[in-house]
């Protein structure tokens, strides 16, 4: 499948996005002309950038391959809607996310600031509802169901997109057999949401934000001789409740945490 990605791969700019929401991979690169004698860091490049810790999310339209070339184009254009949809109600600006678009869905880094709780609790939760809604609205077109997969972890930019651990594991969630077949095997659900080990006990197991550990079933995936453990959801991750009963719930809309100034 052709990869398209929304921001330069190859060029990781620290300053913000430009304007119309092309998001850039925040990694701190130095530029390739930096002094290569300054005291303890020599000069970058692209294939020499800085390993840096991030959220990433990758998603994916369930039998896309079995639709044909128009009403692939038109689940794209609502996965497209619903992502927007979801990230603007969860507070989330996609804008400032590194976007590698994969034709039937996308990889994103989110930015090193991001509440990763927040993300998995209420960004899927906005993506139940996004996809309800277009189900709702447009009957006659092929259902827009998504696989969902979350890692956090490291990784560095390359010369033909990203390298490191996150960007792997999460794809390797995403695309197991595991998760099309709880996909498959629950026809009234919209998504299902994979989370790695990891990302589980460090943020699902803290409950907050809703989240309820209950919700996921534990998953083993094997993929080039190599294992990855992993939690699935179908559906929200949360048990339904009140919003302001919700463990770490916050005012306000944006969940992106910033420094006091």
């Avoid at 709780?117 to 827009?144: C, K, S």
């Amino acid at each position: 499948m052709d990869q398209h990605t929304i921001g330069n791969p190859l060029t990781l700019p620290t300053s913000a996005p430009a304007a119309g929401g092309r998001g850039q991979l925040l990694l701190a690169e130095r530029d390739a002309a930096a002094t290569p004698d300054e005291p303890g860091r020599p000069a970058t490049t692209a294939t020499h950038g800085e390993l840096v810790y991030r959220l990433v999310v990758a998603v994916d339209i369930a039998n896309y391959s079995k639709l044909d070339a128009l009403d692939q184009s038109l689940v794209q254009t609502r996965l497209s809607e619903v992502l927007d949809r979801a990230g603007q109600r969860a507070g989330l600006a996609r804008g400032e996310w590194y976007r590698q678009l994969r034709g039937d869905g996308e990889l994103a880094v989110l930015p090193a600031n991001v509440d990763a709780a927040w993300v998995v609790a209420e960004f899927t939760e906005q993506l139940v509802a996004a996809l309800a809604a277009v189900a709702l609205a447009h009957p006659d077109e092929p259902a827009l169901r998504l696989r969902i997969a979350m890692h956090h972890g490291t990784l560095a930019a390359g010369h033909f997109g990203l390298a490191g651990n996150a960007p792997v594991v999460t794809c390797r969630l995403l695309d197991s057999d595991n998760a099309r077949n709880a996909l498959s095997e629950d026809s009234s659900a919209h998504l299902v949401l994979v989370v790695s080990e990891q990302l589980y006990q460090d943020v699902v197991v803290s409950r907050f934000h809703g989240l309820s550990p209950q919700r996921f079933r534990q998953t083993r995936v094997s993929a080039k001789d190599v294992h990855y453990a992993g939690y699935l959801c179908t559906g929200s991750p949360r048990t339904p409740q009140r919003p302001d009963n919700r463990v770490g719930a916050l005012p306000g809309n944006v969940r992106n945490i910033r420094e006091a100034s």
